[in-house]
């Protein structure tokens, strides 16, 4: 029965039989498409990530939610589903009124025209100004509510410094080659004019219960440590709405007006007890029906080579962009080693690749859910399951057709033969792709990609060192030029699910 496919079937032991695939199948499969066809019953899935609260420059908190939940949804496209990628920022509430009182005092539209390094700053003096001066505080809640009441000028304000905020935050995920873009924002503020409808749909639905003046739901299981019952506020007694209230919203428009199949969402783990509840509300007042999935992913924390939080000297949180001028400037040396001879132009795009790559390769080769030591040194290295050593690996397999003279799309992946035993297990390599974008997307953790491009590498360079390819006999170097161009696609193509560049000369 495994004629076709088989050279040898042996029995090792109990329960174990080793099959042996023969040289002649490994090669027809070769021959064939790397990613098999798209989910054809395409589900649609809404992912939430990244999301950040944009009254403060983006900080190393941002980045795991950003990356992981991008490499995902990278993946989940590869394998054909529809992506509703939802950056649901938080640009709404008392940090806004803080902002819009402190704007309010000075000349606001001179002082915001230049403050797009400065959010942070403006963040920090406002926050101070409202510890140290009752009035001020006074203003701020003040302009919270003229912002929900939509006073026109505090709007205009709140705008204004969005725009300042969200040119920010664009320029960092391009920097990070992250494809969120402004069309994926649907920030909490989208969702003020449904607030008062979830209330609604929660009092029909007679899952209201006032106290204090205030409003909340209970739902069975949530308890508190005493064993009384939690529960989830919903509307102050003031009037104002929680961030549950409008996550309640959100959910509501991702099933009826994205007709969500699934929705996903990536944040740390402090907020597995609010999607807990959020997910058992929604699904008991019934805006979410029961056949679409609802999962909260979380992860592990970034730690510092002492295993304490990752944080500045002074124990601020670090900026992104501080964070990526930094690897820019380390992997500079290690390209500067490698390729000193290339033009400062592309010396620099090629630096930023490698600082990129290698940030989020130490991430996504992690087990999301554990935490993990960031360290420079480690995640810049050529060699060891790193971005720099694929990203290297990728630009020799290049040069061996530079060198050779031939276009990689003019080989023939047919021509491709597997005899030697490095060619045997590269090719066995090679066809296991699509069994690692399954797994990632099964588990929602992209470390699966990132063992096996690491795991393709090792045998890529196994085959590298014993096979010689421009020098063997015409046959010979035209399969394993096939074998080859396979290996560089692949590993552009699981680069590329990761979010990660492949220059072509590194
Ligand atoms: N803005 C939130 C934070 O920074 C994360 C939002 C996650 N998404 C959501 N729909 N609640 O903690």
Redesign the pocket.
């Known amino acids: 029965m495994l004629d076709d496919v088989a050279q040898d079937v042996q029995v090792a032991g109990p329960g174990f039989v080793n099959i042996t695939l023969s040289n002649e199948f490994l090669a027809r499969c070769i021959a064939e498409e790397p990613i098999s066809s798209p989910h054809t019953d395409a589900q649609r899935i809404v992912v939430?990530y990244s999301?950040?609260?944009v009254a403060k420059e983006l900080h190393v908190g941002?980045l795991r939610?950003t990356i992981i939940g991008d490499s995902i949804t990278r993946m989940l496209a590869l394998a054909g589903y529809q992506v509703v990628r939802q950056n649901?920022?938080?640009d709404w509430g008392t940090n806004f009124g803080k902002l819009i009182a402190y704007l309010d005092e000075q000349d606001s539209s001179e002082q915001l025209d230049n403050s797009l390094a400065d959010i942070e700053q403006l963040y920090i003096a406002a926050n101070r100004r409202f510890d140290e001066d009752s009035h001020f505080a006074e203003k701020a809640r003040e302009a919270v509510v003229r912002l929900q009441t939509k006073d026109e000028q505090a709007n205009a304000t709140w705008r204004k410094f969005l725009s300042v905020s969200l040119a920010h935050m664009q320029e960092i995920y391009e920097k990070l080659n992250v494809l969120l873009t402004e069309d994926d924002i649907r920030g909490e503020s989208s969702y003020s004019d449904d607030l008062s409808l979830v209330i609604e749909r929660l009092e029909s639905a007679e899952m209201l219960v006032e106290s204090d003046g205030a409003k909340c739901v209970f739902v069975e299981g949530f308890k508190r440590k005493d064993g009384s019952p939690l529960p989830m506020l919903v509307q102050k007694s003031d009037g104002g709405y929680l961030?549950h209230t409008t996550?309640l919203a959100?959910l509501l428009y991702r099933a009826q007006e994205l007709k969500a199949n699934q929705v996903l969402?990536f944040?740390?783990s402090r907020?597995i007890l609010?999607f807990e509840m959020l997910f058992a509300v929604a699904r008991k007042a019934g805006f979410v029906g029961p056949e679409v999935k609802l999962e909260h992913h979380v992860f592990g924390s970034i730690l510092n080579s002492k295993g304490e939080p990752f944080k500045t000297r002074s124990g601020a949180n670090i900026l992104l962009a501080d964070l990526i001028d930094e690897g820019i400037a380390r992997a500079a040396t290690v390209v500067q080693e490698k390729s000193g001879h290339l033009s400062d132009d592309l010396k620099r795009e090629i630096a930023h690749q490698v600082a990129i790559g290698a940030i989020k390769y130490a991430d996504l080769s992690k087990n999301r859910t554990h935490d993990y030591k960031f360290d420079w040194d480690t995640m810049l290295a050529l060699d060891g399951n790193t971005a720099p050593y694929l990203q290297y690996a990728f630009a020799r397999v290049n040069a061996i057709f530079t060198k050779g003279g031939v276009k990689q799309e003019d080989v023939d992946p047919r021509s491709a033969s597997v005899s030697h035993p490095a060619e045997h297990d590269l090719a066995i390599r090679l066809l296991r792709f699509q069994e690692a974008v399954d797994q990632s997307i099964e588990e929602r953790k992209a470390h699966h990609m990132c063992s096996y491009l690491y795991d393709l590498t090792v045998h890529f360079t196994r085959f590298y060192e014993t096979c010689n390819v421009l020098n063997a006999a015409p046959a010979v170097r035209d399969s394993r030029l096939a074998l080859c161009a396979r290996t560089a696609n692949t590993l552009r193509i699981g680069l590329d699910c990761l979010g990660i560049a492949t220059p072509s000369r590194m």
């Open positions: 939430d999301s950040p609260n941002h939610s649901h920022i938080g961030y996550d959100t969402y944040t740390d907020q609010h």
